[in-house]
């Protein structure tokens, strides 16, 4: 059982940054991948960027692409989201799911973290 974590997410305007913070907890020592996706009302889920526990590989979404990075911590099994050059566009909740093993889907999500990009 995994159970993940988000925070950092708040109000800023464009261009600004903001760095989230996805904490797993539980039962990691099989844990394979921390994904995060945003969900705009309106919209559906939309896949950010993945992080691979390991091969420690990140993958981001070519909408975010240069502006997103994200990186682990193996340690505290924590991923970060750090975004840069916010635009009104990424406007959404962000939700972080953990694949707490190979094989398996995004089987652990959190709550989620708003974040708002005003122009």
């Known amino acids: 059982q995994v159970q993940v974590v988000e925070s950092g997410g708040g109000l800023v305007q464009a261009g600004g940054s903001l760095r989230l913070s996805c904490v797993a907890s539980?039962?990691?020592?099989?844990?394979?991948?921390m994904a995060w996706f945003r969900q705009a009302p309106g919209k559906e889920r939309e896949f950010v960027g993945v992080?691979?526990?390991?091969?420690?590989?990140?993958d981001i979404a070519d909408s975010v692409k240069g502006r997103f990075a994200i990186s682990g911590d193996n340690t505290k099994s924590k991923v970060i989201l750090q975004m840069n050059d916010l635009k009104p566009e990424d406007t959404a909740v962000y939700y972080c799911?953990?694949?707490?093993?190979?094989?398996?889907?995004?089987?652990?999500w959190g709550q989620g973290t708003q974040v708002t990009v005003s122009s």
């Open positions: 799911a953990a694949n707490s093993a190979m094989g398996r889907g995004y089987d652990a």
């Open positions: 539980g039962r990691t020592f099989t844990l394979y991948a």
């Open positions: 992080f691979r526990w390991s091969t420690g590989s990140a």
